[in-house]
């Protein structure tokens, strides 16, 4: 593909200032930058497109020297290989200057939240649980065992021996940033001599040399909400790991999957479930007791005439809800004998001329079926 001039990339005239080449840049970034739209090859190759044109246009000497010679101009002048820009942001955590809200907004912002007491807050954690669907619809507390890392007893959580301080750190002096520019974006990554947190530990402590944190398996009580759906996170506050430098807990996040149940399924509050019932139950009607979710027996009337495929509700045997309980919806499933005795046969022999049957039936429309 042939490359495109710089000035119809930005969309600006060879005669606009900088601050207009800047704009032009920043909503293009904005529009194409590759977290934003992760997996699009084109707007990935838009981005480094812009980036370039900007590294060139946005420089007094390399511009002059495009706008003489072209391409051609800038070849060997140090312009940044537009190749490397998606790498050089696609991870970034944040972007500083006066576009770091507009990023912040986009992107979600940095991570890495600070506790009250100023260290940085600790990590997140995750434990998936698989629940009986039982147990997801009554509630219930389920003892889970996983490892977190814990503040050091011995140092509380400082990293710092007995007696020992800290000191600012030498290569971020004391930011815990460091941070890179490429075009008039400024990128910043934690500074890896602290770890993020601007200082460093003169003495580290000899039990958990210097981390202020050990890992340590934990059992805990979590409480199963009525009525919780299968994939349902729910938050433990301050279960997860400890911050360094004393910070504060993150959070436990329980995902929950729930097992499938062999008589009975879930659509919202209602449950539903199916029960096999005799022709003549179908055709006279018949009280019959069917056991529900939660082991009871009712007796359910089943009203003459009945189809196959009938629906029966039965109000307040579903999911426990804040205000209401749902409803518990049956399925009547109207079962022909495979075979029958003599007198049986006799008896629906009989009641077919009694009846009279239909040998020339028209199609049901599609409309009138039950689900």
């Not at 940085?120 to 009986?132: F, S």
């Amino acid at each position: 593909m042939a490359k495109r001039d710089y000035y119809e990339v930005l969309g600006v005239q060879k005669n606009s200032s900088k601050d207009d080449i800047k704009k032009a840049y920043r909503k293009l970034a904005i529009q194409y930058h590759p977290d934003k739209n992760p997996g699009n090859k084109t707007a990935e190759e838009r981005f480094k497109e812009a980036t370039e044109a900007y590294e060139v246009l946005s420089d007094d000497q390399k511009k002059q020297a495009y706008d003489q010679f072209g391409f051609a101009g800038v070849e060997g002048m140090g312009s940044s290989n537009p190749h490397d820009f998606s790498q050089a942001f696609r991870g970034f955590e944040d972007i500083f200057g006066d576009f770091s809200g507009i990023f912040d907004t986009i992107f979600g912002g940095g991570s890495g939240r600070r506790s009250s007491g100023g260290g940085q807050q600790g990590a997140n954690l995750r434990y998936d649980i698989e629940i009986p669907f039982k147990d997801a619809v009554f509630g219930t507390k389920v003892e889970i065992q996983y490892s977190r890392n814990e503040a050091c007893p011995p140092c509380k959580g400082s990293g710092a021996a007995s007696g020992a301080g800290r000191k600012v750190c030498p290569t971020c002096k004391g930011t815990g940033q460091i941070r890179q520019s490429a075009g008039f974006f400024s990128m910043s990554s934690p500074c890896r001599s602290c770890g993020g947190q601007g200082e460093i530990i003169e003495k580290p402590c000899s039990e958990c040399g210097g981390a202020g944190t050990q890992k340590k398996r934990q059992k805990i009580m979590v409480t199963i909400p009525p009525g919780v759906d299968h994939g349902k996170r729910l938050i433990v506050p301050r279960q997860g790991d400890a911050g360094p430098a004393g910070g504060t807990e993150g959070d436990l996040y329980v995902f929950i999957r729930v097992k499938p149940h062999e008589f009975f399924e879930r659509q919202g509050e209602d449950l539903y479930c199916a029960v096999p019932i005799s022709v003549t139950q179908a055709s006279l009607g018949a009280e019959i007791h069917v056991s529900t979710l939660d082991g009871k027996t009712i007796k359910v009337k089943i009203p003459p005439g009945t189809q196959n495929g009938k629906l029966l509700r039965i109000r307040d045997e579903g999911v426990p809800a804040s205000s209401r309980r749902g409803n518990l919806y049956i399925k009547m499933m109207v079962q022909v004998p495979e075979k029958l005795s003599r007198r049986g046969r006799e008896l629906m022999e009989e009641l077919s001329r009694v009846e009279g049957e239909n040998n020339s039936p028209k199609p049901i429309p599609l409309s009138e079926l039950s689900d």
